[in-house]
């Protein structure tokens, strides 16, 4: 079962749409004020196997090339919308690898 983090620009209740694997927020952590490369860091150090964002500039802003964590990115933070995301998620949480970035599309 993979640990999976939640960035502060998902809204929570996407996290109860995914299957499988253990959910917390950056919220519940204490995360929520970290900047990307601070987060990242705390995810990893905590043993996060996946962060899921929104943030479309993250693979842009940070050298991820060195990074444990695998990442899946939400083409939106919009919760109406990103609920019809949900299964595309859960199929890419099934098989996702240490390091790699996922951008979901439907």
């Known amino acids: 079962m993979k640990a999976v983090v939640l ?3 998902v809204p929570r209740p996407f996290g109860k749409l995914l299957t499988d694997c253990a959910i917390t927020t950056a919220f ?3 995360w929520a004020e970290l900047t990307n490369s601070d987060l990242l860091c705390a ?3 905590t043993a996060i196997d996946v962060l899921i964002t929104a943030d479309q500039n993250l693979r842009y802003q940070q050298n991820l090339a060195t990074r444990r964590i695998a990442i899946i990115e939400l083409p ?3 919760l109406r919308l990103v609920s019809q995301y949900a299964a595309r998620v859960n199929e890419i ?3 996702i690898e240490p390091g790699a970035y996922e951008i979901v599309v439907l």
């Open 28 to 30: 519940e952590r204490g």
């Open 76 to 78: 939106t933070n919009r």
């Open 7 to 9: 960035d502060h620009c």
């Open 93 to 95: 949480l099934a098989t």
């Open 43 to 45: 995810a990893e150090a």
